[in-house]
Each structure stands twice: as structure tokens, then as C-alpha cells.
T-cell receptor, first 113, second 113 residues
Framework: GENVGLHLPTLSVQEGDNSIINCAYS??????FIWYKQESGKGPQFIID?????DKRQGQRVTVLLNKTVKHLSLQIAATQPGDSAVYFC????????????FGKGTTLSVSS | NAGVMQNPRHLVRRRGQEARLRCSPM?????VYWYRQLPEEGLKFMVY????????ESGMPKERFSAEFPKEGPSILRIQQVVRGDSAAYFC???????????FGEGSRLTVL
């Protein structure tokens, strides 16, 4: 089968630290990857995406890195804040094949003040 | 511009009853996706619909589950003869096109007694 999201289930950091959340994928045909943030009782919220023709993309305080050689995706959050506490999911799909997004199991980020 | 609207937000059913979950996509969106999330799990793809068409139902259980997205009105996910294992959060997402960003609703939480 194909799995997305081998991960450490929980990451605890201090406010102001940088956070790195990792994700592995096994479908080499995937060409589009997204990170979502899900707060308790809410739906997933888009954070940042990256296509397979890139290896790095930066947003506001977040950076996504894609290593296609080892099929690894990471989300870096700079100067982590308490409001960043949530579950983070990576998701992948094959845009060309028109497949739906496949989600990993998620990593819970806890930020303490 | 209202986001993806799901209702009911919470639904309690007894075993054997039917559950109907509704999803109104964002204005202008004609693509709807349904996902199921068990506690402490990621989102599992169920079905992808466009107006009046089921595009991909590879994640739908073969029995008791059905989905529709009529020309007028919301998309409906219907679960017949519910069992305790159907208890989960059901999320709907919509997009303007197959390659466009997905926007998620807040989810409908089904509890089967």
C-alpha cells in the first residue's frame, strides 16, 4: 500500500523556538504536496504547498522542504508561537492523474510559553 | 464570501438509524470532496464529486454509504444503518477546479450509540 506521513506523533517546543515537522511519502508519482494545520474541533487549514518541480518554498514564518530522492517532506515554523499549537498534516496527490489528496496521520505540535 | 458550510455540526444516532450530512461548498466551487477522520487519525478520502457526477468513490465503503451532489442544493453524504464504527468526524472540502486549493468545512461529528 501507499502511506503518507511517517512521523513523530508529538513535538513539544518552547515559544520562540523553531519547529520542524517531518513527513515521509511512498508514492513516487505524487507531484503536489500540502501542509495543513488542524486546531481542535476545526477543519484543516491550508498552510503551504509545494510542487514536485521545487525543493523549497517559503511563506510567512513557514518553509516547506521537499526531498524527492528520499521521499521526504518537512515543515519548518520559525519563532513558534502558542497559536501554532495544533495537529499538522502533510498531504499528497498526483495532480496529473487527478487523484484526491491523501493525508498522513499528523503530528501534534505543543508550544509552551 | 462564506466558507464551506457543513451541517449538522454534531449528530447522534442509534445503531441502525440513518445519518445525513450536508455540505454547501464555497460560492463558485463545483468540486466537493468528503473525508472521514477517526480520533487521533488523519483524514481518509471517501469520495470526490462534481455537480451531478461522482468522479472518484474509491474511498467509500461498498455498503451503506452513498454521496450525491445535485444540480441544486448541497452535497449529501448518507450513511444507512449506522454502526458504532461509523462514529467519526466527516469533513467536506470544496475547490474551484481539480488543480485548485481545497477549502475545508468545520466538519460534522457523528456519534453512534
Amino acid at each position: 500500500g501507499e502511506n503518507v506521513g511517517l512521523h513523530l506523533p508529538t513535538l513539544s517546543v518552547q515559544e520562540g523556538d523553531n519547529s520542524i515537522i517531518n513527513c515521509a511519502y511512498s508514492n513516487s508519482a505524487s507531484d503536489y504536496f500540502i501542509w495543513y494545520k488542524q486546531e481542535s474541533g476545526k477543519g484543516p487549514q491550508f498552510i503551504i504547498d509545494i510542487r514536485s518541480n521545487m525543493d523549497k518554498r517559503q511563506g510567512q514564518r513557514v518553509t516547506v522542504l521537499l526531498n524527492k530522492t528520499v521521499k521526504h517532506l518537512s515543515l519548518q515554523i520559525a519563532a513558534t508561537q502558542p497559536g501554532d499549537s495544533a495537529v499538522y498534516f502533510c498531504a499528497e496527490n498526483n495532480h496529473q492523474a487527478g487523484t484526491a489528496l491523501i493525508f498522513g496521520k499528523g503530528t501534534t505540535l505543543s508550544v509552551s510559553s | 464570501n462564506a466558507g464551506v458550510m457543513q451541517n449538522p455540526r454534531h449528530l447522534v444516532r442509534r445503531r441502525g438509524q440513518e445519518a445525513r450530512l450536508r455540505c454547501s461548498p464555497m460560492k463558485g466551487h463545483s468540486h466537493v470532496y468528503w473525508y472521514r477522520q477517526l480520533p487521533e487519525e488523519g483524514l481518509k478520502f471517501m469520495v470526490y464529486l462534481q455537480k451531478e457526477n461522482i468522479i472518484d468513490e474509491s474511498g467509500m465503503p461498498k455498503e451503506r454509504f452513498s454521496a450525491e451532489f445535485p444540480k441544486e442544493g448541497p452535497s449529501i453524504l448518507r450513511i444507512q444503518q449506522v454502526v458504532r464504527g461509523d462514529s467519526a468526524a466527516y469533513f467536506c472540502a470544496s475547490s474551484a477546479g481539480q488543480d485548485a486549493e481545497l477549502f475545508f468545512g468545520e466538519g460534522s461529528r457523528l456519534t453512534v450509540l
